[in-house]
């Protein structure tokens, strides 16, 4: 099984609490990072120092939507704080969908929160490839 990892965090979130989050997320449905295909977020983090990294390092490919096509994916955990900063209800659950070209039913994990001890939050959600 292949998943793409939807994931959005606070600005200047560290490195480290995107692998954690990552690494719990991956935990909580029994995979690994063996089973990733990439990972998506929304354009407004294309210049995410730390999720370039997190990309780079594995050499996983990192897809970039506009707020408007994530806005246009049904996800169970819309958030009014999202979509008044970022235009869109959700990011990580939206990306993921959008990025595995699924739906709810392949939504493995919806929305794993994390604080790192940077104090940024990271949220990560996957969604199996179909």
Known sequence: ?????GIGCD????????QEALAQALQSCG?????IAGLASIDKKQ???ALMQLAASRDW???????????????PNPSAVVLKYMGTPAVA???????ANSDMQDLL???HKHLGADGKNATVSIARIP
């Open 47 to 49: 210049d995410e120092t």
């Open 1 to 5: 099984m292949k998943v793409m990892i």
């Open 11 to 18: 600005r200047h979130a560290s490195l480290a609490t995107l």
């Open 31 to 35: 995979l690994d990072e063996s089973a």
């Open 61 to 75: 490919p990192l897809y970039f939507y506009p707020a408007e096509a994530l806005a246009s994916i049904p996800v």
């Open 109 to 111: 994990v919806e929305k």
């Open 93 to 99: 659950e939206a990306a993921a969908l959008l990025a």
